[in-house]
Structure formats: structure tokens, C-alpha cells
């Protein structure tokens, strides 16, 4: 090894001011992004016509291009880097396989089998959508799904620990005075102030893995490296997990099918051609993007094992980078989890104000921007009773939508107007009894080994199954009184 790392040292005892000057370049950069984003919109945008101010606040007026659609999705993405690496710094390519290859697929299928479908509905939301597919009550569950699907508890506890880290912060207070940040920046633009600064987030976060895997290759050496210091199971497919707890985060991950920030930038696109080809390259980009952080996270593993788990790739990163790169790579991280807080945040406020109030109010940006301070604070009282554990949260809010939601929705895709607005509630609250019923019950023997998430995709099916029948017993039932 050809220099010591400490599995303890603290951000402070190696950042220098150059470093500083980078990051705040950095920073400068986005909020610059952002400005200019506001300044198109002025040339663009009438500001005296309220309903194209709300479509340009929610959708960028559905002109999203290719290279921002790319770079906003890809930078929406990520913004769990530290669960991502933790899982890969204890269980190796398990993390590639669990929060890549599965999710590779669902891409996919997205771009090539329902982009077109969500593009002729020309709806504003995912719970817009549902409602022109099934039905007002569909809707209005779905929404509540959406905004607990989109809730950044997840990128909350990534920030605070990323502040918590630079600044010597508690997690609350770090956590706190991020959302701050973001919650400003998010109300003040709208979804072009999202997209304009991931544009620029999405540049350095890529270069900043990158930069982290290209220096341990050439400071530790490759593949033969890490298979010396690391055990065996880092480089099995489940990591020594069973095959059902692995193909859980397959269902997860095809959780991307009724995802709302998917969604949102197939709304927001120009056009169907643009989304689909925009998936399939931000796909390859995923791909690139989580060999680095899932080998970036094993050679943190393999230098420093001692390391708390969950900020290892962190703290490993400020001693391989050299000064000023490491500035820069701070800041890739920063914009990692930025990028993805303030599109779920915006979305969540968008659920608040768009898809959960009644139609009267709708089109209101002042009940927008309420929302989005709402879902801040929700955010960071959840964070702190979900104790900062990131891996917990994605499993608890993934399962619900995976195993409730999922379904009903593809099925409307295949079998369109098959689903009736009833039919579309009844399996999801099948779903939601099935999930939470498993999750909160002992379970011993075989059946400890059952995910809730196949409990809860076998009550929706039960419940897309025996509707129709439950229905003629009950019309028989009501005519014959």
C-alpha cells in the first residue's frame, strides 16, 4: 500500500483553501445556471398569463431538449450516493447488481414500451395521468402514494451527513439548513431552476466518481487489488444475501414504472422521440456511473475496512484526491445529493398543491410553494425517526410502491380501459393491508424468509383477480333486494 489513511480523519484536517475556492466555483457555477434558467424564462414566458407560468413552474412549459432531459434525469438519480456506497463498502458488485443491473431493465422497458403511451395522455403528473386511465379516485390514491414515494428523506439524511461531515454540524442541524437551501432555491425557479442546476450538477458528479476510481486505480492498482483485501463474498452477485432478498430489490427497482420524477420528464419533453432516446443514454450513463461508485466504495473497503460504513467513500476520497481535485469532487458529492433533493422535494410540493387539493385550487404557485416547505419539514422530522438510516427508508417507501401500485398501472398499459376506477382502489389497498400486515407481524421458519414486498404484489394481483367477481356477487345481491 503505498500510504497510510486514516479510517477517522475529519474533512477539516485536510481540506486547504484551494480546495474551498474550487467548491465555491462550484457552487457559483449552479446558482449561475439556475439565474440564467430565470432569465430564458423572462424572454420566453408572458408574465402576465397565469396558466402558461404554472405549466413553465411544473413542466418547463414541455420543452425540455435532449441534453437537459439527460441531464436532469441522470442528476435525479443519485442523490443517495452515501447508501449506495455503503451498501457497496459491505457487500460489493451486490450493490451493482441491487441499485444498477435491475434497475437497468426497468429503464428500458420504460423507454421502449411506455413512454408513448404516457405521451398521448398528455398529462402534468403521474396521479393526472392515472386519473385520465381509471378514474378521480384512482387518482387521489395515487397521490398519496406519490407524495410518499417522493418524500427526500432518503437525500435529506445525505445531505445532513455530507454538511455534518464539511462543517462538523450535528445531522439535524446539517440536514436542517440544507433543505433550507434547497427549498429557496426550488420556489424561487420552479422545475427550469431544477433542470438548469442539474445541468451543471450532472457535469461534476460524473467527473467527481470518475476522478475518485481513476486515482485508486493508479494509487492501489486494479482487480487483483481489491480480491487481496477484500472477502470473497464482494464479488458474488447477492453478497451473501439469499436470492430472495436479492430479486426484492428487482421489484423495487421496477418501482421506476410508476415513478414520478420518470414521469415528470416524459411530460416535460418536447417530444416522445426525445424522452425515449434521452432514457436509453441516461441508462448508459447510470451504467458508467455505478461501476465508479460501487469499485470507488470496495477500494474504500480494502484501504480503510475500520471506516464507519456509512461515510467510508467519503472520508477515503479526501485522502486520495489531491488538493483542488478534491474540492472539486467535494463538490460532485454535494451536487450527487443535491440534484436529486431538490427534483423530489419540487415534486412532493407539486403532489401537495396539484394532485392532492381540491380543483379550485389547482394552478395556485403560492399553494406550490407552501407544499414544498411542507414536504421540507416533513422531510427532516422522517430523516431523524428513520434515524438516518438511508437503506431503511428506500426499502419501507419502495415497498409500498412496488408492491401496490406497480401492477394496476402496468396492467392499464397493457389492457387499457380494462381497470375500472374501483377495481384500480381495491387492489391497492389490498396491497397496502397485505405490506403493512407482513412487515409488522413475527414470522418464524420458512416463512421469516418472505420479502412484504411479495406479500403485498400478491394481494394487489388477489385483488385485480377477484375484483370482477366480488362486483357481480354484489350487483346480484343489490338487484334481488
Not at 60 to 83: C, E, H, S
Not at 103 to 117: E, G, P, R, S, T
Amino acid at each position: 500500500m503505498s500510504r497510510s489513511f486514516n479510517p477517522n480523519i475529519s474533512i477539516s484536517e485536510v481540506i486547504t483553501t484551494l480546495d474551498w475556492v474550487v467548491f465555491s466555483l462550484v457552487l457559483l457555477s449552479t446558482f449561475a445556471a439556475v439565474l440564467y434558467g430565470e432569465i430564458k424564462k423572462k424572454k420566453e414566458i408572458n408574465a402576465d398569463d397565469e396558466n402558461l407560468n404554472f405549466l413553465d413552474l411544473l413542466l418547463m412549459g414541455r420543452n425540455l431538449t435532449l441534453p437537459l432531459f439527460i441531464g436532469t434525469l441522470v442528476a435525479t438519480w443519485y442523490g443517495g450516493i452515501f447508501g449506495v456506497t455503503e451498501i457497496a463498502f459491505k457487500k460489493g458488485i451486490f450493490n451493482f447488481v441491487t441499485q444498477g443491473a435491475f434497475w437497468y431493465v426497468a429503464y428500458i422497458i420504460f423507454a421502449l414500451f411506455i413512454v408513448d403511451h404516457v405521451k398521448n395522455y398528455q398529462a402534468v403528473t403521474l396521479p393526472d395521468l392515472i386519473h385520465k386511465m381509471f378514474g378521480p379516485r384512482s387518482a387521489m390514491l395515487s397521490g398519496y402514494f406519490n407524495f410518499f414515494n417522493v418524500l427526500p428523506i432518503a437525500y435529506v439524511i445525505s445531505l445532513g451527513i455530507f454538511i455534518k461531515a464539511l462543517f462538523g454540524l450535528s445531522l439535524i442541524m446539517g440536514m436542517s439548513l440544507g433543505v433550507i437551501v434547497v427549498i429557496l432555491y426550488s420556489m424561487w425557479g420552479g422545475f427550469r431552476a431544477v433542470v438548469f442546476s442539474d445541468l451543471v450538477q450532472f457535469f461534476v458528479m460524473c467527473s467527481g466518481v470518475a476522478l475518485i476510481l481513476i486515482l485508486s486505480v493508479s494509487e492501489f492498482g486494479g482487480l487483483s487489488f481489491l480480491k487481496q483485501n477484500l472477502p470473497e463474498n464482494h464479488f458474488t452477485l447477492t453478497g451473501g444475501e439469499t436470492l430472495a432478498t436479492t430479486f426484492v430489490w428487482g421489484f423495487i427497482a421496477l418501482s421506476t414504472l410508476v415513478d414520478p420524477n420518470f414521469y415528470q420528464r416524459v411530460f416535460a419533453a418536447d417530444s416522445a422521440k426525445t424522452a425515449k432516446k434521452g432514457i436509453l443514454i441516461s441508462t448508459l450513463v447510470w451504467f458508467c456511473f455505478d461501476i465508479c461508485t460501487t469499485f470507488g466504495a470496495m477500494y474504500a473497503r480494502a484501504v480503510i475496512p475500520e471506516a464507519e460504513s456509512g461515510q467510508a467513500y467519503l472520508i477515503y476520497a479526501i485522502q486520495l484526491l489531491p488538493s483542488g481535485v478534491r474540492g472539486f469532487v467535494l463538490a460532485g458529492i454535494l451536487a450527487t445529493i443535491l440534484s436529486t433533493l431538490d427534483s423530489y422535494l419540487f415534486l412532493a410540493g407539486t403532489t401537495v398543491s396539484f394532485d392532492l387539493v381540491p380543483k379550485k385550487y389547482k394552478g395556485k404557485v403560492s399553494l406550490h410553494h407552501l407544499g414544498v416547505v411542507s414536504v421540507g419539514i416533513i422531510s427532516v422530522i422522517m430523516a431523524i425517526l428513520f434515524e438516518g438510516n438511508i437503506k431503511t427508508v428506500w426499502k419501507t417507501l419502495g415497498s409500498y410502491s412496488a408492491s401496490c401500485l406497480l401492477l394496476p398501472v402496468v396492467y392499464g398499459y397493457i389492457f387499457p380501459g380494462k381497470i375500472k376506477d374501483n377495481q384500480f382502489i381495491f387492489s391497492c389497498l389490498l396491497g397496502i393491508i397485505g405490506t403493512t400486515y407482513w412487515r409488522n407481524v413475527k414470522h418464524s421458519g420458512f416463512a421469516s424468509n418472505i420479502d412484504e414486498l411479495y406479500i403485498g404484489i400478491a394481494s394487489t394481483t388477489i385483488g385485480l383477480v377477484i375484483y370482477p367477481q366480488l362486483f357481480k356477487i354484489f350487483s346480484k345481491s343489490t338487484e334481488s333486494k
